[in-house]
């Protein structure tokens, strides 16, 4: 990640939480995955704050929608968290990447037209999942697309729920099939390491994925 990256994103950033489209759970979602982890007037909301150079968070609890433009771009990769927007390989690809922070669907439902084939990229477990078919539905929705939301298949690794339960919350409905999950969103494939998951209580985390590796799978469907 470059340092003028960096000061883009926090700009941006900055820009949304003194317009009031961006909240504490916001960015708290962000960046460490749960709206809750950066508690009101903790040392760590007082560090976030000193970093992006303002006084407070408003107190309405909107969150914004972020978005890396490419100049020609061929391709969008939505992504769950925002971790991937800091680096430079998807730009350099002509890949457009989006963000607007797990739950928060909104932003995209208001997106009249989607321009180019669209993918999407998330934790691998119930909650990501579950929130990628909630996409899967609004992108459907969209007026005018170039494709429908394509779920990525992970290039990452694969963590153990009880060892990670500090920083992870989410589990699979052990007693329910397919974890409650819809099949028919899933290519067989996806079933099965879906499957393969919720049987060896795992997940796989977004930010773990070798994102050289996406880029070349999308880029080898869309030579199709």
Same mark, same amino acid.
């Given at each position: 990640m470059t340092l003028?990256? *960096?000061?883009?994103?926090?700009?941006?950033?900055? /820009?949304?939480?003194?317009?009031?489209?961006? #909240?504490?759970?916001g960015v708290s979602t962000l960046f460490f995955k /749960?709206?809750?982890y950066i508690r009101k007037n903790s040392a760590l909301e007082k560090a976030v704050l000193k970093l992006l150079n303002i006084e407070t968070f408003p107190q309405n609890e909107n969150q914004g929608f972020y978005r890396v433009p490419s100049k020609n771009p061929k391709a969008i990769i939505l992504c769950e968290n925002m971790y991937f927007l800091t680096l430079n390989i998807a730009? #350099? !690809?002509?890949?457009?990447?989006?963000c607007a922070g797990g739950? !928060?669907?909104?932003?995209?439902? !208001?997106?009249?037209?989607?321009?180019?084939?669209?993918?999407?990229?998330?934790?691998?477990?119930?909650? +990501?999942?579950?929130?990628?078919?909630r996409l899967l539905e609004i992108v459907e929705k969209t007026p005018t697309k170039k494709t429908s939301l394509q779920l990525l298949s992970p290039k990452g690794k694969r963590e153990n729920i009880i060892a990670t339960h500090d920083h992870h919350r989410s589990q699979w409905k052990q007693?329910?099939?397919?974890? +409650?999950?819809?099949?028919?969103?899933?290519?067989?494939e996806q079933i099965q390491l879906i499957n393969n998951l919720i049987v060896n209580n795992e997940?796989?985390?977004?930010? #773990?994925?070798?994102? +050289?590796?996406?880029?070349?799978?999308?880029? *080898?469907?869309?030579?199709r």
């Open positions: 003028i990256k *960096s000061q883009t994103i926090l700009q941006d950033l900055q /820009s949304k939480i003194l317009a009031g489209q961006e #909240s504490r759970k /749960s709206a809750k730009q #350099s !690809n002509d890949i457009e990447l989006w739950n !928060n669907t909104k932003p995209i439902e !208001n997106i009249p037209k989607i321009d180019y084939p669209i993918f999407y990229l998330c934790d691998w477990d119930y909650d +990501g999942l579950k929130i990628f078919e007693e329910i099939k397919f974890s +409650g999950l819809t099949p028919s969103c899933y290519t067989s997940w796989i985390e977004e930010e #773990s994925n070798d994102l +050289g590796l996406i880029i070349n799978k999308i880029n *080898s469907e869309l030579a």
